[in-house]
């Protein structure tokens, strides 16, 4: 938990927020879980709950806590589909810093982001867009503008 926790603060720092993630009820076996508490514009720190948080924060919380997750995986390919397709611009500029980073601290392993728009350059990736025009598929390949 410390480990995942430690990744949603600065997943969840970087999409504007703070959070922290903690064990409930674990003396009661049949409610005890993971709780995510968050807050977003200097708000008073809630628990993650699809009330209280706007469809961008609930997406950006999703996103920083799967990422999170994913740096525990065993894996030498791992995988995003459509994190990003509820996003405002901002959000999604910022989902794709945090995959950027998680690709840089994870050396060896693979991501594949499937994402219906062309994603903002990152650092040390190979970006293919396939797209349907007129009932053709068209390969592209977006060559890299991230200073390295």
């Known amino acids: 938990i410390s480990r995942v926790d430690e990744s949603f603060k600065r997943n969840i720092r970087v999409m504007g927020g703070t959070g922290d993630l903690r064990l409930v009820n674990l003396e009661d076996i049949d409610n005890a879980g993971l709780a995510i508490f968050v807050s977003f514009g200097g708000s008073t720190i809630t628990e993650f709950n699809a009330y209280i ?11 920083s806590f799967l990422m999170a997750l994913q740096s525990l995986v065993k894996s030498s390919l791992r995988g995003v589909d459509e994190l990003d397709v509820h996003m405002d611009p901002v959000n999604r500029k910022r989902f794709f810093q945090i995959l950027s980073e998680v690709v840089e601290e994870n050396s060896g392993v ?3 982001c499937i994402t219906p728009g062309t994603p903002p350059p990152v650092k040390d990736a190979h970006i293919i867009v396939v797209q349907k025009v007129q009932d053709e598929s068209k390969i592209l390949e977006v060559e890299q503008s991230i200073e390295q």
Request: charged share 15%.
């Open 53 to 63: 948080q706007s469809g961008g924060e609930r997406s950006a919380i999703v996103v």
């Open 110 to 112: 693979a991501y594949l």
